[in-house]
């Protein structure tokens, strides 16, 4: 099983940007893809981004296309959410996942997650 951790979250007014990182261990990172789903209360996990194991496919939820980036770094074991123009409905506590066979979007077919980190956007 892979382990992961989330860091980067915080809080940041709307328009602002946030970096959040997720490094992972425990198998060869280069051999799965990985995502992001974040949840906020009350509310079900939703699928924000995924990336395939090489970087060569990326799959964005629609409410955060041209705002938020997905990459990876295989080198350092650890895959990236570049969040910009962020707006108060970004808030939520964001997740890392791992152990997809494809960038599915439901957060049912990942295997892994983190523990989450929250991110709060005030108006």
């Known amino acids: 099983q892979v382990q992961l951790v989330e860091s980067g979250g915080g809080l940041v007014q709307a328009g602002g940007s946030l970096r959040l990182s997720c490094a992972a261990s425990g198998r060869t990172f280069s051999n799965y893809a990985m995502g992001w789903f974040r949840q906020a209360p009350g509310k079900e996990r939703e699928f924000v981004a995924a990336?395939?194991?090489?970087?060569?496919?990326?799959n964005y939820a629609d409410s955060v296309k041209g705002r938020f980036t997905i990459s990876r770094d295989n080198a350092k074991n650890t895959v990236y959410l570049q969040m910009n123009s962020l707006k108060p409905e970004d808030t939520a506590v964001y997740y890392c996942a791992a152990d997809a066979s494809r960038l599915y979007t439901d957060y049912k077919f990942w295997g892994s997650w983190g523990q989450g980190t929250q991110v709060t956007v005030s108006s």
């Open positions: 990336i395939s194991w090489n970087g060569g496919a990326r």
